[in-house]
Nanobody, 128 residues
Framework: QVQLVESGGGLVQAGGSLRLSCAPS????????MGWFRQAPGKERDVVAA????????FYADSVKGRFTISRDNAKNTVYLQMNSLKPEDTAVYYC?????????????????????WGQGTQVTVSS
């Protein structure tokens, strides 16, 4: 069992930046592909960004390309989501997820059902 803990959310003005972190409790993240999802009120949970187990391949939703960066530091056992140029429409609960133990190390996962473990989420609110 992998328990994921997100941190770094908060309230920021439009145009500002936040960095989210995701760390596991008691287990290593290195065997897993990782992803960040978000869910706004009344909407489905959608993928924001994903990174392969080896860190070499990444995916970004069109809405965040050029503004968000996903990275992983296996030595620190942490995955990050750097969010720049934030917009009010980025307001959501952000979730970290881990999965893909049996996948190729260069594969990233973009569907929620491909992930095995989820964090509790961290709220990001962007004011206009």
């Amino acid at each position: 069992q992998v328990q994921l803990v997100e941190s770094g959310g908060g309230l920021v003005q439009a145009g500002g930046s936040l960095r989210l972190s995701c760390a596991p409790s008691g287990r290593s993240l290195s065997p897993y592909a990782m992803g960040w999802f978000r869910q706004a009120p009344g909407k489905e949970r959608d993928v924001v960004a994903a990174v392969s187990r080896n860190g070499g391949n990444t995916f970004y939703a069109d809405s965040v390309k050029g503004r968000f960066t996903i990275s992983r530091d296996n030595a620190k056992n942490t995955v990050y989501l750097q969010m720049n140029s934030l917009k009010p429409e980025d307001t959501a609960v952000y979730y970290c997820a881990a999965g893909g133990l049996t996948y190729n190390s260069g594969t990233y996962l973009i569907h929620g059902y491909e992930y095995d473990y989820w964090g509790q989420g961290t709220q990001v609110t962007v004011s206009s």
